[in-house]
Nanobody, 115 residues
Framework: QVQLVESGGNLVQPGGSLRLSCTAS????????MSWYRQAPGKEREWVAG???????NYADSVKGRFTISRENAKKTLYLQMNSLKAEDTAVYYC?????????WGQGTQVTVSS
């Protein structure tokens, strides 16, 4: 079955950096479009970034220029490099994939940006 496991979340000061990872199994990772979403307290889940099977990225305006999505197909792993972090980036971050008409989500990893 499809499994997605995120890691790398932490407490970081404003202006700092983190790299999130998402390890995938149970589907053909190499052929899949992958995305990162986030959900801040009291807010709806929002799309952050996506990457095609060929490695072409897209970003939400709020993170463009600060975040970089990438993938390592040999390790079936998705990454999100986050630089110049702001307090408003505080959220639980999820990776997600659609397979056979269904969306699959990991358990999420907490990112807290605070001094």
């Amino acid at each position: 079955q499809v499994q997605l496991v995120e890691s790398g979340g932490n407490l970081v000061q404003p202006g700092g950096s983190l790299r999130l990872s998402c390890t995938a199994s149970g589907f053909s990772f190499n052929d899949a479009f992958m995305s990162w979403y986030r959900q801040a307290p009291g807010k709806e889940r929002e799309w952050v970034a996506g990457i095609t099977d060929l490695g072409n990225p897209n970003y939400a305006d709020s993170v463009k220029g600060r975040f970089t999505i990438s993938r390592e197909n040999a390790k079936k792993t998705l990454y999100l490099q986050m630089n110049s972090l702001k307090a408003e980036d505080t959220a639980v971050y999820y990776c997600t994939v659609r397979q056979s008409g269904s969306s699959y989500w990991g358990q999420g990893t907490q990112v807290t940006v605070s001094s």
